[in-house]
């Protein structure tokens, strides 16, 4: 009898993690306007400086605010396909506003910085959190900044680009998942101070755990440093509004902060492919929450009211 029993709960966990990747399951990656793509192969911007060309590559046909985006900046020497040694590579990033009555200004935004790619030493990946849209090339707009170094000679290039609106997720209205962007940002303020919560790219997401990390930056300085804060807590509910808004068997994921990454981390355990929504906490050391609110009861008593801070992802 044991036996049988075990052999039952078996086939029903199993059921649990394949049997509703398809029908049962209405949203797939092939619904949304920016699904979660792996892969930057998408090449969004590109600049000739001298006999140097950069190229910036991405995740996503065009850049959209609010989010974390991954990129991958690649420079060539259109004279010597040879010459791929370059250092010294960095980015800063900045948006430029005309106001109406012409005065400008400006701020920053965080990003993770650039890094060599393994095996290449002119290809290097960061994310930048695009924290607002921009798009009026002239009046509103971001700037990327490139500085490198090719043997004796110093590379800087500044590319000017466009981000629009992103359209995200409304949790009132479950059919907006299709044509939504995925969120990968969200702020939150502390004491009347600014912050932005950053879900890092993640190459793949796979049934089962995944490896996720969120940044934690404050605004300082008007907008021009974003120095990570350490000392919070930070915690992922995945749900599936579109399946009656089920959870995991983890439940609630706590995220634990690495001081050596300055990031926090942990495992995102998905049972299914589709639309997850991951319902975001943030509280202080205390217990007090600073951002977010747990998942709720309906006037059915069933967990299907998601709070209004979250990142979302679709495989």
Not at 23 to 28: A, E, H, Q, R
């Amino acid at each position: 009898m044991k036996k049988f029993i075990y052999f039952a709960l078996t086939v029903f966990a199993l059921g649990l993690t394949t049997s509703c990747t398809s029908d049962d399951n209405s949203i797939s990656n092939d619904d949304t306007t920016n699904p979660t793509k792996t892969d930057l192969t998408i090449k969004v911007l590109e600049q000739k400086n001298d006999h140097y060309n950069i190229a910036i590559y991405s995740n996503v046909n065009e850049f959209y605010a609010p989010s974390t985006t991954p990129i991958i900046v690649e420079i060539t020497d259109a004279t010597d396909a040879n010459n791929k040694v370059f250092t010294d590579v960095s980015m800063n990033i900045m948006m430029h506003m005309t106001m109406p009555n012409g005065h400008k200004k400006s701020h920053s935004a965080p990003i993770s910085q650039l890094k060599p790619i393994a095996g290449s030493s002119n290809k290097f990946e960061g994310e930048i959190m695009f924290s607002m849209a921009g798009m009026d090339i002239e009046k509103n707009f971001w700037e990327i900044e490139i500085k490198a170094k090719n043997k004796d000679k110093n590379i800087e290039t500044k590319l000017p680009t466009t981000v629009r609106n992103g359209q995200f997720f409304d949790r009132n209205d479950i059919n907006s998942i299709k044509g939504s962007d995925r969120k990968t940002l969200e702020t939150f303020n502390i004491d009347s101070e600014k912050h932005f919560a950053a879900l890092h790219h993640v190459s793949k997401f796979i049934v089962g755990k995944n490896n996720i990390a969120v940044s934690i930056y404050k605004r300082e300085d008007n907008g021009m440093r974003f120095p990570e804060v350490g000392e919070l807590q930070v915690s992922i509910d995945p749900r599936m509004p579109d399946m009656a808004n089920h959870g995991v068997l983890d439940g609630v994921i706590k995220l634990n902060y690495n001081s050596t990454t300055k990031q926090y981390e942990g495992k995102l355990p998905l049972s299914m492919t589709g639309y997850w929504f991951l319902n975001l906490v943030i509280k202080d050391q205390a217990g007090n929450i600073l951002a977010g609110q747990p998942v709720g009861l309906d006037a059915d008593g069933k967990e299907t009211v998601n709070g209004d801070k979250f990142f979302d992802l679709v495989f």
